[in-house]
């Protein structure tokens, strides 16, 4: 059965220090991989996605991620956090041969203090 | 550009009421898609149109829901009637290709 794990519900991170937010998954293929962030009172935002090439993907607001196929993760990474990425973060996947349905992970709330 | 609109942003009922949602995707995606996230766990899919037909619907947890997207403009997801278990957050996506989706702000169902 296909699944998208993001171990952690939440990561407490000091203003400032490099910022780490896990997701492995386990879909067959070679899935296209996506991550959003919510805010409160807001929808979900695109930061990011995978799709072939570089496995070191750039993306919105600093944020970076690294698909590693061997460990089959996307961990989403900022080398310097703000107050400001406070937000509930969502990865998902989407199988190649599907029409975009995404599959997400339950989400990991980070929680940045000054 | 407009984004994805949903509206009510909340709506509290009855169980056993009825409650329709809709969705107005960003102006020329053919896709769009039903979401929702209950009780804190993952965002589950619902369903996809491409353009006004049902493309796959193999989301939707009962016959209690049903969708519709006449003329493959702005969409509505109907709950009747709806039950305490169907509380949560539903999202609409739209999307050019179906690569990318944009998402909309959600709508915050609460079944009493």
């Known amino acids: 059965a296909q699944s998208v794990a993001q171990p952690e519900d939440q990561v407490n991170v000091a203003e400032g220090n490099p910022l780490t937010v896990k997701c492995t998954y386990s879909v067959s293929g070679n899935p296209y991989l996506f991550w959003y962030v919510q805010y409160p009172n807001r929808g979900l935002q695109f930061l990011l996605k995978y799709i072939t090439g570089d496995n070191l993907v750039k993306g919105s607001y600093g944020f970076e991620a690294e698909f590693n196929k061997s460990q089959t993760s996307f961990h989403l990474k900022k080398p310097s956090a703000l107050v400001s990425d406070s937000a509930l973060y969502f990865c998902a996947v989407r199988r190649t041969d599907s029409w975009g349905k995404l599959q997400f992970g339950a989400g990991t709330q980070v929680v940045v203090t000054p | 550009e407009a984004g994805v609109t949903q509206f009510p942003s909340h709506s509290v009922i009855e169980k056993g009421q009825t409650v329709t949602l809709r969705c107005d995707p960003i102006?020329?995606?053919?896709?769009l898609y039903w979401y929702r996230r209950v009780m804190g766990k993952e965002i589950k899919f619902l369903l996809h149109f491409v353009k006004e037909s049902k493309q796959d619907e193999s989301g939707m947890p009962n016959n209690r829901f049903l969708a519709e997207r006449t003329g493959g403009t702005y969409s509505t997801l109907k709950v009747q009637p709806a039950e305490l278990e169907d509380s949560g957050v539903y999202f609409c996506?739209?999307?050019?290709?179906?690569?990318?989706?944009?998402f909309g702000p959600g709508t915050r169902l609460t079944v009493l």
């Open positions: 102006s020329g995606h053919d896709n």
């Open positions: 996506a739209s999307s050019p290709s179906g690569r990318e989706q944009f």
